[in-house]
C-alpha cells in the first residue's frame, strides 16, 4: 500500500491522520491524490466507504494552503446534512495543523453560527445546496473566489432534486475554478453536468472489475419473517458473537422510533436517527453511534448517506428497501474500509414482488426468501447465535393485574409478537390470525409498524380486539374497566 506522504501530501497533514491511525492510502486515494494536486478535473466513481473524502479533501486543503487568505476560496456541496457534517469533520480532522478554517453549512441549524464563521474569513465551506444558495442570495457567502469545487454523491443530489440549485452554484463560481465531481453510478444527466461545467475532466473508477454490484465482502441474508416477531428477532440477532455497531433501517419514522423504545425496553443501547427529530437530537445520536457510545442505530433511508462509520458489522433492514439502489446504499453503511460485514433483509408477504425485482437486479438468486421465526434453528446457524438466547438482555416489569386471569409472559419469550400480551384471548386472536394463510398479506401494512403494540394503553382505538362483540361483558362494564386502569388497560401497559 502507498502512504500519504508518498502521493505528494504535506507532512502536517500526514501527521495529522497518523494520529488517527490513518497511514495508508485506499485505491481512490491514490488515483485522484496525485491527479488533483495537479488541477486535473476529475469524476471519481466510487461507493461510499471507499475513502473518496480523503481523495478529494486533502489536494483541496493543500491547494488552499497551509495559511491562506481570509474568504471562501473552496467549496464542497453534498445531498445531505448528516453527509456535510461527515465530511467537515473529515476536513477538519486534515487541516487541524494548518491554518484553514473549515466551516458546515446546512440547514436544520441557526443562521447566526455559520454567518459568524462567514463572516470570520473562512476558506473552506462544506454544505448542502438550499442553505449555500440561502446564504449566497443574502450576500453573506461570497462564492466569487472559488478555486477549489467538489461535488460529492452527484447521483444523490440529482436524485432529491438539485439539478438546477448546483447550476446555480456553478454559476456563481468563477469558470476556471478546479472541479472534482464524485458518484456512486454514471446516469446520462450527470455526464451532462460535467460537460457542461468540468474542463477536460479524468474519469476514475475505483473498483474491482470483478465484483459484482453488490458488495463482495457482505454476506446478503434474506428472510421472510412475520411482522410480530421481527422485535424478537432482532434481539436475538443483536447477540450474535462478534456482532459490532449495528444498523436497522425502517420503512417510517414511527416505526423507528417505537423500535427504538423497544430495544432499549429490551436492554439494548440503541439510539435513533429520523425525520422527528431535530437536527441536534440527530447530530447526538450519529456522535453517539460513532464513539461506541450507543451500539445500535435505528434510522430511516434520510440518515443513510451520513452513517460514515467503518466498523459496522451488521445492517438489518426492517423491511424491503423500494429498489436495488436504496438496498445498496443500506447495505453499503457495512464491510466498509477492507472489512467484512452482514446484511440481513426481513421480507414480509405483501412485498415479496418488491424483492423478486429487487433480487433479479442484484443476481441473488433468492426470489422467495425461506420462511424464519426467532425460533427458527437456520437463524441461529446462520448468523452465530449462542444458543438459548432470547431477544431480551433484562426482563420488563410486569403489572401487578392480570386481564381476566391471564398469565403475563416470561420476559425474554419469543414467538409471534406475544411478549406484551396479558390476557389469553388476545393470544388466541393473534395465533388465529397469524395462522391463517391469508392472515399476513391482510394486516402486514399495519404489522410492520405495530411491533407487538396493538394499543398503547387501555383507552386506545386497538382495544376492542382485545374483546370480541358478545364475548362476555357489557359494553357498559368494558368502558368501565378501561378508565379504572385494570382489566383491558393493563394487558399492554407494559407497552407505554
Given at each position: 500500500?502507498t ?19 490513518i497511514?495508508?492510502a485506499f485505491?481512490?486515494?491514490e ?6 494536486l495537479e ?16 481523495g478529494?479533501g ?36 486534515a ?12 440547514g ?12 470570520d ?41 438539485f ?48 465484483e ?5 465482502n457482505?454476506?446478503?441474508?434474506v ?27 425502517m420503512?417510517?419514522k ?33 456522535s ?5 457510545k ?10 443513510a ?19 436495488e ?15 467484512t460485514?452482514?446484511a440481513v ?12 425485482l ?6 441473488f ?11 427458527s ?13 432470547k ?20 420476559a ?7 411478549e406484551?400480551?396479558?390476557g ?7 395465533r388465529t ?6 392472515g ?12 407487538g ?9 386497538g ?30 401497559g407494559?407497552?407505554?
Open positions: 500500500m502512504t500519504f506522504l508518498e502521493l505528494g501530501v504535506d507532512q502536517d497533514m500526514v501527521d495529522s491522520l497518523a494520529d488517527q491511525g497511514i495508508e485505491p481512490i486515494q488515483q485522484t491524490i496525485p491527479l488533483a488541477g486535473q478535473d476529475i469524476i471519481g466513481q466510487a461507493k461510499t466507504g471507499t475513502g473518496k473524502t480523503f478529494f486533502l489536494p483541496l486543503l493543500q491547494r488552499v494552503g497551509a495559511d491562506p487568505e481570509p474568504g471562501v476560496q473552496a467549496l464542497v456541496v453534498v445531498p445531505t446534512r448528516e453527509l456535510a457534517v461527515q465530511v467537515y469533520e473529515d476536513l477538519e480532522l487541516a487541524k495543523n494548518r491554518a484553514a478554517t473549515v466551516v458546515p453549512i446546512y436544520g441549524k441557526a443562521y447566526e453560527g455559520q454567518i459568524e464563521q462567514l463572516k474569513g473562512a476558506q473552506v465551506v462544506v454544505g448542502t445546496p438550499g442553505r449555500l444558495l440561502d446564504l449566497a442570495s443574502q450576500r453573506i457567502l461570497n462564492l466569487g473566489d472559488v478555486r477549489e469545487m467538489v461535488l460529492d454523491e452527484a447521483d444523490k443530489m440529482l436524485d432529491l432534486g439539478l438546477a440549485d448546483i447550476e446555480k452554484l456553478f454559476a456563481k463560481t468563477p469558470a476556471t475554478r478546479h472541479t472534482m465531481l464524485f458518484s456512486a453510478t454514471m446516469p446520462g444527466t450527470i455526464v451532462t453536468l460535467a460537460r457542461r461545467f468540468m474542463s477536460k475532466p479524468i474519469h476514475i473508477r475505483a473498483s474491482d472489475p470483478d459484482g454490484v453488490a458488495q463482495a457482505i454476506e446478503h441474508i428472510y421472510r419473517a412475520h411482522s410480530l416477531d421481527k422485535d424478537e428477532v432482532i434481539g436475538r440477532i443483536l447477540q450474535a458473537e462478534g456482532r459490532g455497531k449495528t444498523v436497522v433501517f420503512r417510517t414511527r416505526a423507528a422510533a417505537k423500535l427504538q423504545e423497544e430495544m432499549v425496553d429490551r436492554g439494548f443501547n440503541a439510539a435513533s436517527v429520523h425525520g422527528d427529530l431535530n437536527q441536534d437530537q440527530r447530530e447526538r445520536a450519529m453517539a453511534f460513532k464513539a461506541g450507543k451500539d445500535i442505530l435505528i434510522a430511516t433511508d434520510v440518515a448517506r451520513g452513517i460514515d462509520v467503518d466498523d459496522v458489522t451488521h445492517v438489518i433492514n426492517h423491511t424491503v428497501p423500494d429498489d439502489k436504496t438496498y445498496l446504499h443500506r447495505v453499503g453503511r457495512t464491510g466498509r474500509a477492507g472489512r460485514g452482514i433483509t426481513f421480507v414480509d408477504w405483501d412485498d415479496l414482488h418488491k424483492w423478486a429487487i433480487d433479479k437486479a442484484l443476481d438468486g433468492v426470489p422467495e426468501p425461506v420462511e424464519t421465526y426467532s425460533s434453528p437456520h437463524l441461529y446457524a446462520d448468523l452465530n447465535i449462542p444458543e438459548g438466547s431477544g431480551r438482555l433484562k426482563a420488563t416489569p410486569v403489572k401487578e393485574r392480570a386481564p381476566r386471569g391471564g398469565s403475563s409472559t416470561r425474554g419469550d419469543g414467538g409471534s409478537g406475544e406484551r400480551s396479558g389469553g384471548r388476545k393470544r388466541t386472536r393473534r390470525r397469524s395462522a391463517n394463510p391469508q399476513p398479506g391482510r394486516h402486514e401494512a399495519h404489522g410492520h409498524e405495530q411491533h403494540h396493538d394499543t398503547e394503553g387501555g383507552g386506545e382505538p382495544a376492542p380486539l382485545l374483546q370480541e362483540p358478545g364475548e362476555g361483558s357489557a359494553p357498559k362494564r368494558r368502558r368501565r374497566r378501561r378508565t379504572g386502569g385494570s382489566g383491558d388497560g393493563g394487558a399492554d407494559s407497552a407505554q
